[in-house]
């Protein structure tokens, strides 16, 4: 098995959360790290970090000379990647607890499904207390991640690992999204060139933080969502009602409970009347 692995983390102002990151790294194999610092106030101590790390592999580190956003900081990350002879990457952020063994399943997974170019996991959420909220998974099989891309991504983020050959097709995360759903940017363009898919097994505790970028720039991150949908629509059910649904849920985020009764609602009046024009079309 090839295990030429590189972790990327881009981070901004969480130490401690990184160090977690780091520490709950467990494999038996080298992985290498490089984290790319989006300008944080105080520089990190590296060698606590390194102190931190007890899987083998070497932790490389990038600075940017201040905050420019984390889809910035993240293809300073992939630019050093392809400087490398690493064969696979993934993405970590400060905060994310892997589980034991992770990234060997995924490594095998792919090996075992040469056509698969991308693969991610289940994950537990849990808030910033470590109580937990609810698991998320998504679907399993290419076909159906790529129509229901259009309700929001389909991946994890720091669940993900792919050959890093996808970056010769699709070389960074757009930058127009670097605030803020720059990761779901990104895998739209992946799924149209290449097959993907979701190991259905929890493998990372994902954190929900009061200072995350899908917390504090919520309104901002559902307004690119909407954006991207538009730049890759086309007429069906799950383009339409992912369109509508998005409109809903920037125009009333306030109202979370109420949006998530009229979402069910709604998905049941349009149902028939978009499968019917779907089916014309």
Same mark, same amino acid.
Request: net charge positive.
């Given at each position: ?8 983390? @881009?981070?901004?102002?969480?130490? +401690? ?12 194999? #080298?992985? +290498? ?12 101590? #590296? =060698? ?14 990038? !600075?940017? +000379?201040?905050? !420019? ?17 690493? =064969? ?11 589980? #034991? ?10 090996? &075992? ?5 991308? $693969? ?50 699709? @070389?960074?995360? @757009? ?9 779901? &940017?990104?895998?739209?363009? $992946? ?8 190991? *259905? ?14 917390? =504090?720039?919520?309104?901002?991150? $559902? ?15 799950? *383009? ?15 109202? $979370? ?5 009229? +979402? ?18």
């Amino acid at each position: 098995m090839d295990k030429r692995l590189i972790i990327t983390i @881009p981070h901004y102002n969480n130490f +401690d959360g990184l160090l977690k990151t780091i520490e709950s790294i467990s494999e038996q194999f #080298e992985i +290498d790290i490089v984290i790319t610092d989006d300008g944080s106030p105080l520089k990190l101590n #590296e =060698k606590l970090i390194i102190s931190s790390y007890k899987n083998k592999g070497k932790i490389f580190f990038q !600075y940017l +000379d201040k905050n !420019y956003g984390v889809g910035i900081a993240a293809n300073k990350c992939l630019q050093f990647v392809k400087k490398g002879s690493y =064969k696979y990457m993934a993405r970590l952020d400060a905060g994310d607890i892997c589980y #034991e063994n992770k990234f060997m399943k995924q490594l095998s997974f792919l090996e &075992a499904n040469h056509e698969i170019k991308l $693969v991610g996991t289940w994950a537990r959420v849990l808030d910033s207390n470590g109580d937990f909220l609810f698991n998320i998974k998504h679907p399993l099989h290419h076909n159906q991640i790529k129509r229901k891309m259009y309700l929001n991504s389909m991946f994890i983020n720091p669940t993900v690992v792919f050959e890093t050959a996808i970056l010769e097709t699709v @070389p960074e995360y @757009p930058e127009e999204y670097r605030y803020a759903a720059q990761d779901y &940017a990104f895998f739209f363009k $992946v799924i149209k060139h290449f097959k993907c898919a979701n190991m *259905p097994e929890v493998l990372l505790d994902y954190i929900i933080d009061g200072n995350s970028i899908s917390t =504090k720039k919520r309104k901002l991150q $559902v307004a690119n969502r909407i954006k991207i949908i538009i730049d890759n629509f086309k007429f069906g059910f799950y *383009p339409v009602y992912g369109l509508i649904r998005s409109c809903i849920l920037y125009f009333f985020s306030r109202f $979370v409970i109420a949006i998530a009764l009229i +979402d069910d609602c709604f998905c049941v009046g349009i149902f028939f009347l978009i499968s019917i024009l779907d089916l014309i079309n």
